[in-house]
């Protein structure tokens, strides 16, 4: 049995409201939700942490070493230019998932950079609350058995 960090950036907290053509009208509780019943589902443990603040997140993901398997991060507008949140992710050395709700590649322009994507195992993109389902069955596929 495995602890699974799901970690929200800043923004997330106002899903639900918050552009929902984008973003639809689940609320961040929704989506923690799913993504905890995809890990109790496979006998895991998932954490959650929500900040607006770099910091905060950078200290999750120096916290979740040695201690978590995998992390699932939406990085929110992070993705795009927090070189810090990508070194920190740089040292975790379990599994790591970027998860987007919207697929930011068919967005502007400057959303089609990730600095975290090369840091990452892989990313999920574009399915909305779905994503946090897929993104944990696919950290999950990933772990040592
Ligand atoms: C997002 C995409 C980012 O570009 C944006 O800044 C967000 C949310 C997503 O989940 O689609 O805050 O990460």
Same mark, same amino acid.
């Given at each position: 049995? @495995? /602890?699974?960090?799901l970690?929200?950036?800043?923004? #997330?907290?106002l ?7 984008v973003?639809?009208?689940? /609320?961040? *509780? *929704?989506? %923690?939700?799913?993504? $905890? ?10 954490? +959650?942490?929500?900040?607006?603040h770099e910091?905060?997140? !950078? *200290?999750? !993901? ?7 398997a995998?992390? &699932? &991060?939406?990085?929110? @507008?992070?993705? +795009?230019?927090a ?5 920190? #992710?740089? %040292?975790? *050395? ?5 998860? +987007?709700l919207?697929n ?5 322009e400057?959303?089609? $950079?990730?600095?975290? @994507?090369?840091?990452? /195992?892989? /990313? %999920? ?12 069955e696919?950290?999950?596929?990933? #772990?040592?058995?």
């Open positions: 049995m @495995a /602890t699974i960090l970690l929200s950036g800043p923004n #997330l907290n899903l639900g409201e918050r552009e929902p053509a973003y639809g009208t689940d /609320t961040l *509780d *929704d989506c %923690v939700a799913t993504a $905890r019943t995809a890990a109790e589902a496979a006998g895991h443990t998932l954490e +959650h942490v929500q900040s607006n910091g905060v997140l !950078i *200290d999750a !993901i120096q916290g979740a070493r040695g201690r978590c995998a992390i &699932v &991060v939406n990085p929110g @507008a992070f993705t +795009h230019y070189y810090a949140v990508a070194d920190a #992710l740089r %040292v975790f *050395d379990g599994v790591k998932v970027e998860l +987007h919207s930011p590649a068919a967005r502007e400057w959303r089609r $950079r990730s600095v975290v @994507a090369p840091v990452v /195992t892989g /990313t %999920v993109a574009g399915f909305g609350r779905t994503g946090y389902r897929l993104a944990l696919a950290a999950i596929s990933r #772990l040592d058995p």
